[in-house]
Each structure stands twice: as C-alpha cells, then as structure tokens.
Nanobody, 119 residues
Framework: QVRLVESGGGLVQPGGSLRLSCAAS????????MGWYRQAPGKQRELVAR???????HYADSVKGRFTISGDNAKNTVYLQMNSLKPEDTAVYSC?????????????WGQGTQVTVSS
C-alpha cells in the first residue's frame, strides 16, 4: 500500500510559477512509475507528466518546456515544477503511482490539489 499526499497548489497569476509536491508513504523510487494528472471542470483527466521507475520523463505536449517532473529519493517525494502558467492550466492536479507485478497492476492516487491560474 502506498499513500500519496499532494501539496503546493493555489492561486497564481498568468506567467507565474508553482511547485507541486507528492509525498509518498513508502519507498517508491525504482519501483513505481510516478505521474501527475490534471482534470479541469467538464474535461477528462489527462496525464501531464510521468517519471518512470527507470528515471525517464515524459510530458504532455501542452506543458513541454514549461513543466518539469522530478523526484527526491531521500524524501520519497515527487515534484512538478510549473512555470509560465496559463489560465488553461487551471485544474485539480493529482499524483499517481503504479507498478505491474506478474500482470497485476498496483495503482494509487493522492487526493488532489487545486491549481488556479487567473489574474
């Protein structure tokens, strides 16, 4: 069982920055693929960024060059640095951890944190 707790959301003006944190209850690095998802009102949840168990990173086209996902092994924490924020980045951002062992998927979610980009 992995417990994920997000923090760092809030209200920011367009062009501003925020850093989201996802603290995990146990060791995740090298074991779980970590991801940040977001869901805006009336829209489907979408993958924003992923940090694989092997250390690779992947980003949605809409955030490439603006967002950076990273991890701190010692703190069991994954971060999402968000720069040059736009109003369309407004959403609830959730942290996800998953791994597949012998065909069984272990999938965990945080409670989400609201990010609002507005002047």
């Amino acid at each position: 069982q992995v417990r994920l707790v997000e923090s760092g959301g809030g209200l920011v003006q367009p062009g501003g920055s925020l850093r989201l944190s996802c603290a995990a209850s146990g060791n995740i690095f090298g074991l779980y693929n970590m991801g940040w998802y977001r869901q805006a009102p009336g829209k489907q949840r979408e993958l924003v960024a992923r940090l694989t168990s092997g250390g690779d990173t992947h980003y949605a086209d809409s955030v490439k060059g603006r967002f950076t996902i990273s991890g701190d092994n010692a703190k069991n924490t994954v971060y999402l640095q968000m720069n040059s924020l736009k109003p369309e980045d407004t959403a609830v951002y959730s942290c996800n951890a998953f791994r597949i062992i012998v065909g069984v998927k272990y999938d965990y979610w945080g409670q989400g944190t609201q990010v609002t980009v507005s002047s």
